[in-house]
């Protein structure tokens, strides 16, 4: 059940975890460095080992990265560690977040968690990424645009991404990434969403 902290923990114990890249993805890199966003308080939803949270972090970002695999934040954890950053990894779920970070972050920041969660759950995960974002806040996302069935990943179309975010966002960027890993060329979108 990809609703349960047990099924990811069990994919990095047994280290079936496909989706890592091993790096932060390239279309963050390249917008890290065209410095072309102010720095300021970001969280990564399903951090994963924190690839991502790392690079922004050591972009300026004062950044928590958030999984619920144990072994997802023990290993990001040691790995920010042994990088000397100050990205911090909590473990929490998701969708528990508004309560403790009720309108706390400038950023969020998503990769490849809006497609690991039920498909069912994703106006839910609007409402967090809303919910924890202070007024203004802005959602930099990658989103995974494939079109096979089931998942996960879960696929999702460009227009059913606006779809979920147009009522409370202005989308600033959707568009496709040119830079993806080769596995992943042509099935990536890129997102710049603003709060309402
Ligand atoms: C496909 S992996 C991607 C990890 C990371 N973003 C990356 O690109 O390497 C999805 C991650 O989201 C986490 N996750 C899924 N649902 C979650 C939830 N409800 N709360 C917290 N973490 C969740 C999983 O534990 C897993 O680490």
Not at 66 to 92: H, V, Y
Not at 110 to 129: M, S
Request: a negative charge; proline letters at 6%.
């Amino acid at each position: 059940m990809v609703n349960t902290s047990e099924y990811w923990e069990q994919r990095y114990r047994e280290g079936t975890t496909r989706w890592d890249l091993g790096q932060a993805a390239p279309a963050f890199i390249s917008l890290l460095q065209s410095h072309s966003l102010l720095p300021g308080k970001a969280a990564v939803l399903g951090s994963g080992r924190g690839y991502d949270a790392i690079a922004f972090a050591q972009y300026g970002f004062d950044v928590i990265g958030f999984d619920f695999a144990p072994a997802a934040i023990a290993e990001a954890t040691a790995i920010a560690q042994t990088n000397g950053c100050s990205a911090k990894f909590l473990k929490r779920n998701i969708f528990d977040l508004p309560n403790e970070f009720f309108q706390y972050f400038h950023y969020v920041i998503e990769h490849t968690c809006f497609c690991a969660i039920n498909p069912q759950q994703r106006q839910e995960y609007v409402k967090v990424v809303k919910e924890i974002l202070q007024p203004r806040g802005e959602l930099i996302a990658i989103f995974f645009t494939h079109s096979r069935p089931g998942g996960p990943p879960f696929g999702v179309s460009p227009e059913e991404i606006e779809q979920y975010f147009e009522a409370d966002f202005e989308i600033l960027k959707l568009q496709p990434i040119a830079n993806s890993v080769p596995a992943r060329q042509g099935e990536e979108h890129f997102g710049h969403f603003r709060l309402i």
